[in-house]
């Protein structure tokens, strides 16, 4: 369950590498939507968008297969974008959409295999941009393992975990989906591998570290307070 989606009515939705997305219930009944890829792919959704129409985007992550497919509730499949400036889409990460209705995608790194990017001198990932009803342009390159990203509560800023750079950037967000210079928010100590990120109201970022199991508060100011930690040295 890589990417863990709630609405407001108790459902949860989460990636499921059985080739769908698995609907929990609030009464606890689950459900795998699930269906056939074309050209003989494996379904193997990453990041996962819930759409207003309740289907969903998910960030296809292959061995060497990306992109962003649609999967429909009755289990229909379709590539909904597979390259992008006439490249083909590597394996991908994360996919969401804003509040302006723009779909941002992550891919972490164009290294094949992908484990070869588990170092901090690696810089090869990528954010594409989707405006609505516009064509997908790359926004922002050269980051140290793109994961996931966030618009921030003021929709000034796009927020992104560099995992294997171990930091935490920001770029100013334009209304055309352009983006502004990176900076650095905060750079984490030994053994914090930024992967999942999400904001409070406050405009506190939430960051979930793989390998050491860190959940940490990022708060407006760079300080950084650890609420949740099982790790083994």
């Known amino acids: 369950p890589e990417c863990v989606l709630a609405n407001a009515h108790g459902d949860l ?26 050209d003989g792919l494996q379904a193997r959704p990453n990041g996962i968008a819930l759409l207003a129409d309740g289907s969903f985007l998910w960030a296809q992550l292959g061995d060497t297969d990306g992109g962003v497919y649609q999967l429909r509730r009755d289990g229909q499949i379709r590539p909904w974008l597979r390259e992008v400036e006439g490249v083909t889409l590597p394996p991908s990460n994360f996919v969401v959409q804003d509040h302006a ?3 941002w995608i992550t891919v972490s790194t164009r290294l094949q295999p992908r484990a070869a990017a588990y170092r901090s001198d690696v810089a090869d990932g990528f954010i594409v941009c989707v405006p609505p009803n516009g064509k997908a342009f790359v926004a922002a390159d050269g980051l140290g393992y793109t994961n996931e990203v966030a618009v921030h509560p003021s929709g000034r800023w796009l927020y992104v975990n560099e995992t294997f750079a171990r930091r935490l950037s920001r770029f100013a967000l334009n209304a055309d989906g352009t983006l502004g210079t990176r900076e650095t928010v ?8 930024p992967d ?3 904001f409070d109201e406050a405009g506190n970022a939430w960051v979930v570290s793989i390998v050491s199991n ?7 100011d760079g300080t950084c307070t650890t609420h ?5 040295p």
């Open 13 to 38: 939705f989460c990636a499921d590498w059985r080739g769908g997305v698995t609907h929990l219930h609030p009464d606890g009944r689950a459900a795998l939507y699930t269906g056939t890829m074309p």
């Open 101 to 103: 209705g723009r779909t």
């Open 186 to 193: 905060v750079t984490f100590g030994s053994g914090t591998f």
């Open 196 to 198: 999942g990120l999400a």
């Open 214 to 220: 860190r959940l940490i508060c990022v708060a407006p």
């Open 228 to 232: 949740l930690e099982d790790a083994e």
